[in-house]
């Protein structure tokens, strides 16, 4: 499977994005899919996930603002994000995978300035 986000950018504190996510290959049933993000120099976090079991999650940090959405037939996911603060400010990885295992696409930059 090869992943290709986009949607990034450049944005003001309330304001609002909707990132996108392109896959190739075969995502089943029993795929994860979501998207993570990275500060630099801290560790990569998950942000929100359709688990494999059907279930919606997402760090409490972005709780009732960021809703992750996905569209079976296109193979593609995406991340709309309103309300960002600056400490939103990272590059956004989507993801996929099946158990412990997964892969991650080239990543899109999201800057929110305050």
């Known amino acids: 499977v090869q992943l290709q986000a986009s949607g990034g950018g450049l944005v003001q504190a309330g304001e609002s994005l909707r990132l996108s996510c392109a896959a190739s290959?075969?995502?089943?049933?029993?795929?994860?899919i979501g998207w993570d993000r990275q500060v630099p120099g801290k560790q990569r976090e998950v942000v929100a996930r359709f688990t494999s079991g059907g279930d919606i999650v997402y760090a409490n940090s972005v709780k009732g603002r960021f809703t992750i959405s996905r569209d079976n037939a296109k193979k593609t996911w995406y991340l709309q994000m309103n309300s960002l603060k600056p400490e939103d400010t990272a590059v956004y990885y989507c993801?996929?995978?099946?158990?412990?295992?997964?892969?991650w696409g080239q990543g899109t930059l999201v800057t929110v300035s305050s």
């Open positions: 290959g075969t995502i089943s049933e029993f795929h994860f």
């Open positions: 993801t996929t995978g099946i158990g412990g295992t997964g892969v």
